[in-house]
T-cell receptor, first 115, second 118 residues
Framework: DGGITQSPKYLFRKEGQNVTLSCEQN?????MYWYRQDPGQGLRLIYY???????QKGDIAEGYSVSREKKESFPLTVTSAQKNPTAFYLC??????????????FGPGTRLLVL | AQKITQTQPGMFVQEKEAVTLDCTYD???????LFWYKQPSSGEMIFLIY??????QNATEGRYSLNFQKARKSANLVISASQLGDSAMYFC???????????????FGKGTKLSVKP
């Protein structure tokens, strides 16, 4: 079955630690996205990638980094510079047609908690 | 600036009744798309329905329909014959052509929590 997987489901971070969230898709989509969701809030875009080896900052990129070495994978690293990382992180992908009707499909999410 | 507003933090509906979730948007783009997503307590965002700004007919997908009123800049989601499994957060989202100088990015409202009562 085609879909998007994210791991781990829960992640705990200690002070000063970098952690990496995994996102893999087998939908053959060109575009991938990372969003952050805080309680009672909508989603905010962290980073996105329209093609392999290229990515762009979203609205709240500070304290985060990404890579896109393979079409299927778009890992997100939460660095120690991100002072308030506790949130729910959602990965999404889309065909990459850049039309207004392009639909994004989401993974199950990773909940990051700070110890 | 582009913006999505969902004014209902929470809604209750009786099972088998219909319910309307409100969404208004603000954009200067002529071409844009409007989306609704459902987020159950498990967290995954599930795509429900899409409406294009040039679509003359309201979109429908099974029990979901989108009441699109372009002049009022509203895109309300109507769920008919509510089921207990419809209890979830619902998010309205929009994609324009010039959001933030980059194409293809969605902006989301803050969501409405729907609770279906048996």
């Amino acid at each position: 079955d085609g879909g998007i997987t994210q791991s781990p489901k829960y992640l705990f971070r200690k002070e000063g630690q970098n952690v990496t969230l995994s996102c893999e898709q087998n939908l053959n989509h060109d575009a991938m996205y990372w969003y952050r969701q805080d309680p009672g809030q909508g989603l905010r875009l962290i980073y996105y990638s329209q093609i392999v080896n290229d990515f762009q900052k979203g609205d709240i990129a500070e304290g985060y980094s990404v890579s896109r070495e393979k079409k299927e994978s778009f890992p997100l690293t939460v660095t120690s510079a991100q002072k308030n990382p506790t949130a729910f992180y959602l990965c999404a992908s889309s065909i990459g047609s850049r039309t207004t009707q392009e639909t994004q499909y989401f993974g199950p999410g990773t909940r990051l908690l700070v110890l | 600036a582009q913006k999505i507003t969902q004014t209902q933090p929470g809604m209750f509906v009786q099972e088998k009744e219909a319910v309307t979730l409100d969404c208004t948007y603000d954009t200067s783009d002529q071409s844009y798309g409007l989306f609704w997503y459902k987020q159950p307590s498990s967290g995954e965002m599930i795509f429900l329905i899409y409406q294009g700004s040039y679509d003359e007919q309201n979109a429908t997908e099974g029990r979901y329909s989108l009441n699109f009123q372009k002049a009022r800049k509203s895109a309300n989601l109507v769920i008919s014959a509510s089921q207990l499994g419809d209890s979830a957060m619902y998010f309205c989202a929009m994609r324009g052509t010039n959001y933030g100088g980059s194409q293809g990015n969605l902006i989301f409202g803050k969501g409405t929590k729907l609770s279906v009562k048996p």
